[in-house]
Nanobody
Framework: QVRLAESGGGLVQSGGSLRLSCAAS????????MYWYRQAPGKLRELVAK???????VYAESVKGRFTISRDNAKGTVSLQMNNLKPEDTAVYYC????????????WGQGIQVTVTT
């Protein structure tokens, strides 16, 4: 059982920066990989970045070089540093975590709005 809560969203101008944070509660020791997804109105939810328990990271090509994902396993938190933001980054951003050894369970936060103006 894991609960996730995002924070740090807001409105910024193109070229600006934001830092999103996600705090997990419950059985944080069971978390394997943590993820950031985003979804714009009328579009599919897409993976932005992920980070394994050991710190291995994967980024979407559209954010590579601009965003950095990090985590603190002891605190059960994952962050997304977003630099050089573009209007196309505007979306609701969701934190996700998977748990379990054989049968993997996914948990989602409620999402947080990021708006980038031109």
């Amino acid at each position: 059982q894991v609960r996730l809560a995002e924070s740090g969203g807001g409105l910024v101008q193109s070229g600006g920066s934001l830092r999103l944070s996600c705090a997990a509660s419950g059985d944080i020791a069971s978390i394997n990989t943590m993820y950031w997804y985003r979804q714009a109105p009328g579009k599919l939810r897409e993976l932005v970045a992920k980070i394994s328990h050991g710190g291995f990271t994967v980024y979407a090509e559209s954010v590579k070089g601009r965003f950095t994902i990090s985590r603190d396993n002891a605190k059960g938190t994952v962050s997304l540093q977003m630099n050089n933001l573009k209007p196309e980054d505007t979306a609701v951003y969701y934190c996700n975590a998977d748990t379990g050894l054989v049968a993997v369970t996914d948990y989602w936060g409620q999402g947080i709005q990021v708006t980038v103006t031109t």
